[in-house]
């Protein structure tokens, strides 16, 4: 089974503080996916990379950025959060091969911003 | 973009019924078909991956249709269980190879199994 740990699995933030949410995988993808989980919206998706050293945007990129420094690590990063922001973050990997390809969902993390 | 529609957002049902949950999606285009399951407070629990090549897939006690002239995907749950009780996502990908995992969820459907 794929392992995909996210941290911190709970935070809690200022309005005009900077976030850092870290993901990491052991299972070499290449693939890396953020989405965040709102009530009524199901999971959408934030920011994607193909690989160390990509970001690419999602669907609902503004107010985040991302980072991929290297295959394991994938990093979603809020400058200035606000409210808004308040969510359930996922982090996910596959390994963007040809054909089909699965993806691994992490546990999350639950980001409060007061 | 991609947009998909899931229905119900609640269901009900007793313990020994079949549920049914249905998701439509926009992108006749769409090739790969997800149904994940999510139990509170975790993760995504992928239940099943449909090609759209296959119209019918059995998994343990349900069964996924995808209806590709209709543009719809469903699951039915054919005798549900109090463990069935969880929140479940459809999740659609219109693209292949690399960007497979650039998933479209569906709103999601709370179901709860009475005993």
């Known amino acids: 089974e794929a392992a995909v740990t996210q941290s911190p699995r709970n935070k809690v933030a200022v309005t005009g503080g900077k976030v850092t949410l870290s993901c990491n995988q052991t299972n070499n993808h290449n693939n890396m996916y953020w989405y965040r989980q709102d009530t009524g919206h199901g999971l959408r998706l934030i920011h994607y990379?193909?690989?160390?050293?990509?970001?690419e945007k999602g669907d609902i990129p503004d107010g985040y950025k991302a980072s991929r420094p290297s295959q394991e690590n994938f990093s979603l990063i809020l400058e200035l959060a606000t409210p808004s922001q308040t969510s359930v973050y996922f982090c996910a990997s596959g390994d963007g091969g040809q054909g089909f390809t699965e993806v691994f969902f992490g546990k999350g993390t639950r980001l409060t911003v007061v | 973009g991609e947009q998909v529609e899931q229905r119900p957002p609640h269901l009900s049902v007793r313990e020994g019924d079949s549920a049914v949950i249905t998701c439509t999606y926009t992108?006749?285009?769409?090739?790969?078909f997800f149904w994940y399951k999510q139990e509170p407070g975790a993760s995504l629990q992928l239940l099943m991956k449909v090609f759209s090549s296959t119209e019918i897939n059995e998994g343990q006690g349900f069964t996924v249709l995808l209806n590709k002239k209709d543009t719809r995907l469903s699951l039915n749950l054919t005798a549900a269980h109090p463990g069935d009780s969880a929140a479940y996502f459809c999740?659609?990908?219109?693209?292949?190879?690399?960007?497979?995992?650039?998933?479209?969820f569906g709103h999601g459907t709370i179901l709860r199994v009475h005993p």
């Open positions: 990379s193909y690989g160390a050293g990509s970001t």
């Open positions: 992108d006749p285009n769409s090739y790969y």
């Open positions: 999740a659609v990908s219109a693209n292949t190879g690399a960007n497979t995992g650039k998933l479209t």
